[in-house]
């Protein structure tokens, strides 16, 4: 087909289709077997380079029997969209390697049997998040599989709290995005709790909270922190900063919410000590 008879019938209208990609700190439905609010909060990352979350982009096919394919084009919105994709006949294309919060502006065109390509599409102007929203679904076992998405390779840490105040997240696991940019885990505590909000961090978190200790009335210690719920932890104490063993108080398995507690019943005969909690 000659270039200039190329019709305006081949252009296409390019939209977003990943579905995960709201704006961040957007409320998702609420999950029936619990009642969960789920939001993203994204933290710094240490990177010097933040990379965005994939972005899966998708068009309706022109009525036109010649297109033979499709071409994106994208790019800053300051620059000239000079990155290229060849989609071929596939309706959608996957983006990855953008940089994180910045603006992109994206179009699409079609070509046919000799290569010709159509005018643009429609613009689309996008930011793209360092993370997406997250999704929920609700498993036969009444835990919660979460998701989102990242740029491949970057470490997140998901964290939990029953009540969003300041002080009361917790970590629930580090996870590594994979190849295509996925993050899942599954919540096996969360069927034991009445509620449940999460967070990501663009970063490793500590998996063990600071310790707290308390003096109780009866001259016995309270020792506790947080962990990942039902992670085995040992609470160990010594005499001294600079003793090498320590003695073993308890072994703890954290329970639903991720509570670590201990009872010292014989801190009433020292004059000091020191305590610990680490992971068996």
Known sequence: MPAEQFSAATLVKIKVVCPMLK?????????????????????????????SAPIKLGWNPPNDPNVKGYVLYYGLTNQTATNRIVVGTNLTVTVTNMLANTPYRFYAVSYNAASVESQPSNLLLLTPPAISSIKIASQTNRNMKLDCLAAAGTVCGIQFSSTMLPGSWRTLT???????????????????????????????????????????????????????????????????????????????????????????????????????????
């Open 23 to 51: 704006k961040l700190l957007t409320q998702c439905n609420f999950w029936i077997a619990l009642i969960v609010a789920l939001f993203v909060a994204p933290f710094a990352s240490n990177s010097a380079t933040l990379y």
């Open 174 to 280: 580090n996870v590594t995005a994979n190849s295509l940019g996925n993050i899942v885990i599954s919540d096996a505590s969360s069927s034991r709790v009445p509620k449940r909000f999460y967070r990501v961090a663009l970063s490793a978190q500590p998996l063990l909270g600071l310790m707290q200790i308390k003096a109780l009335t009866n001259g016995n210690v309270q020792v506790s922190c947080a962990a990942p719920p039902d992670s085995r932890c040992r609470i160990e104490y010594r005499a001294k900063p600079n003793t090498v063993t320590w003695t073993t108080l308890a072994d703890v398995t954290a329970d639903a919410e991720g509570n670590v507690v201990a009872t010292d019943t014989s801190a009433r005969l020292a004059s000091t000590r020191f305590y610990r909690t680490t992971f068996q």
